[in-house]
């Protein structure tokens, strides 16, 4: 009877540690079901914004390829990074999606926090979206070389007005006056279109919104826009110029990408991937992402973590050496 308890307890012991050190199974079947409930897809910004109108026409398609409703979050404030913190601590589970941009990348750079390119996993890059360097007409040039003519005439002079500091539009003079030996003044705004209304009123010399805005200030005789910031023509700004043929090397595109959080499953990743690589190729999708400002240009995980590493390098090469610092 004693040998027969000593073998039993014998038998538990070996028992509990197989369910200790054996894999459990729960988590992938939980990837192979995904997904069984609804998805959020928070966005870094208000309502209205570039980042919130891309989520809000893709939310209902991915939830029709999905099987399950695609909730938007908007989650604006702190140069982005309550969104950034939020998805950081979201748990793994492939039920957080995050929407984000170049200037979030920039953004979290800058205040040296969550950085992108290390801190969540990505699942691809959306599309493009240009940027374009207009100034008031009462500057008097109306190309890139006579704006930069007139900018070493008068060091300090010219202005330039953004959205804040570390965002897109301030990067997009950074890098002008970087590459063209210029010394211009930024003015942030607590908004894009504040800067351009400043800009059209000649309060301020110089601002590079997304090219989408350009409708805001088609006819108008008060700005005039010198080119566009990406390498080649677009067919967002046609018949614009690129920035770069006068100042070679300039380059800078708006973007728009998905991240997920930090260890989310590989699976999880795969699938969505695929399913946002057949949603852009659903007839309609292409071209209603193009009435909005945006270039669709899907990609694999393993390219946009490759494209967020060196954009990351790239914009803080840039902020050392132009010494821009947080705000404090």
Known sequence: MM????????????????????????????????PVRPIRLVTSTASGSGSDVVARLLAPRL??????????????????????????????????LWIVTQTQLISTTLFNRFHLHKDYVPVGMLGGTPFVIVVSSALNVKTTAEFIALAKAKPGFVMYGSSGNGTSGHMCMELFQSLAGLKLLHVPYKGSMLAMTEVMSGQMHATCPAAPTLSLVAGS???????????????????????????????????YGMLMPPRTPHTIVVRLNRDITRLFATPGVRERMLGVGVEASPSAPAPFGAFLRKESERWATLMREAGIKPPH
Not at 5 to 29: E, I, M, Q, T, W
Not at 64 to 91: H, W
């Open 3 to 34: 040998t027969f308890r000593r073998h039993g307890n014998v038998c538990k012991l070996l028992f509990l540690l197989y369910l200790l050190c054996c894999p459990v199974s729960a988590p992938v079947d939980a990837a192979q079901n995904y």
């Open 63 to 96: 939830s029709e390829l999905l099987g399950q409703q695609v909730v938007v979050d908007n989650r604006p404030g702190a140069s982005g990074l309550i969104a950034a913190e939020l998805v950081s601590r979201a748990a793994p589970d492939g039920y957080t």
């Open 221 to 255: 005789d008060k700005v005039r826009v010198l080119g566009v910031t990406t390498r080649a023509p677009t067919v967002l700004a046609p018949g614009l110029p690129t920035i770069g043929e006068t100042l070679p090397g300039y380059e800078l595109n708006g973007w």
